[in-house]
């Protein structure tokens, strides 16, 4: 895996130690991730709910740490673009799951050897304890096989 040791130290990255933010459950082939975000008095708005940069923050990477690993080497991955639709107001504890199939491995592998790019969009939806959605979270990534990325 390209990016292993992140995982193993993912909890410990300053940005998530500072937002609360904690990597529950991850599956060895990195296809599913659980996250976790618990309301603290360091991550509170003026209102006394979750700070909406720190709900942003816990749907950040993962998608793109998901697809480096399981393309490989062989492929670039970057975000393009990300949106944040807020919901309710979050209290609590929120999570968010991170599901990637090997459908969709198969298919945006496919789409970038085959043409200029893939662009996926995967939407995740933030939840909290009572599982009513708090925030989802829209995600659009760029990939392209690293012999055509240079190229232009």
């Known amino acids: 895996m390209k990016h292993k040791w992140i995982f193993r130290y993912i909890n410990f990255w300053p940005?998530?130690?500072g937002a609360g933010i904690r990597v529950r459950k991850m599956t060895p082939?990195?296809?599913?991730?659980?996250?976790?975000?618990?309301l603290r008095f360091w991550n509170k708005n003026a209102m006394g709910t979750h700070f909406g940069g720190s709900l942003f923050s816990m749907a950040d990477p993962f998608y793109v740490l998901m697809l480096s690993n399981n393309l490989g080497h062989d492929y670039a991955v970057w975000d393009k673009s990300s949106s944040i639709r807020f919901k309710k107001p979050a209290r609590?504890?929120?999570i968010a799951n991170f599901y990637l199939s090997q459908e969709e491995i198969d298919r945006i592998k496919s789409e970038?050897?085959?043409?200029d790019r893939s662009e996926p969009n995967f939407k995740v939806c933030l939840t909290d304890e009572s599982g009513e959605i708090v925030a989802e979270v829209e995600k659009i990534l760029s990939i392209k096989h690293k012999s055509k990325a240079h190229k232009k």
């Open 29 to 38: 082939d990195l296809c599913h991730f659980e996250v976790e975000l618990k």
């Open 112 to 115: 970038a050897d085959q043409s």
């Open 92 to 94: 609590g504890k929120i």
């Open 15 to 17: 940005p998530f130690v």
